[in-house]
């Protein structure tokens, strides 16, 4: 009996330490964070980038609309990154357009100096697109006063669930 307590003991030791030896060894490569409305992805193999996703409807030039998708790949969302947007005029005599750039973020604004702004800065030569950060995590289009492009709620990009 006496004997069966100390090897018990160094069982439950070396237990224990094959257990930590490798700390986060069955840690996931993509973590899925869910926040309220915001969902966010994380995954490690494009060193800590992060994509978010967003689709809707905007207006767009002309008093055309589109259905639109937006993915934003940044460290974080509040943080400059690039962008992909594909846009499906609603309108079928249309052709569909894929952009991409650079994503700028601002904060403030004349009417709201707590505002998130979005600059969408083309590397094909398009017109720069300005979209604001929502309270509830969508993106509203902005013209060129900065002020919403459209009255229409339904008219805003809201976060894609993955």
């Known amino acids: ?37 915001l969902y966010m992805v994380n995954d490690s193999t494009i060193a800590d980038a992060q994509t978010f996703i967003y689709e809707g409807t905007l207006p767009m030039t002309n008093g055309n609309i589109g259905d639109v998708l937006l993915t934003i790949q940044t460290v974080s969302l509040n943080e400059d990154g690039t962008y992909t947007i594909t846009t ?14 650079e994503v700028m973020v601002m904060i403030g604004m004349p009417t709201d100096s707590t505002a998130i702004i979005y600059e969408l800065v083309s590397a094909n030569g398009n017109p720069k697109m300005n ?7 969508s993106l509203v289009k902005l013209d060129s006063k900065m002020k919403p492009a459209s009255m229409n709620p339904a008219h805003k990009l809201v976060p894609k669930k993955q």
């Open 88 to 101: 499906d005029y609603v309108n079928e005599a249309l052709a569909d357009e894929t952009d991409n750039g």
């Open 131 to 137: 979209l604001m950060l929502s309270p509830d995590s």
């Open 1 to 37: 009996m006496k004997k069966l307590i100390p090897l018990t003991a160094v069982a439950a030791v070396l237990l224990f330490a094959s257990c930590n030896s490798c700390g986060n060894c069955n840690k996931p490569q993509g973590i899925m964070i869910e926040s309220d409305s």
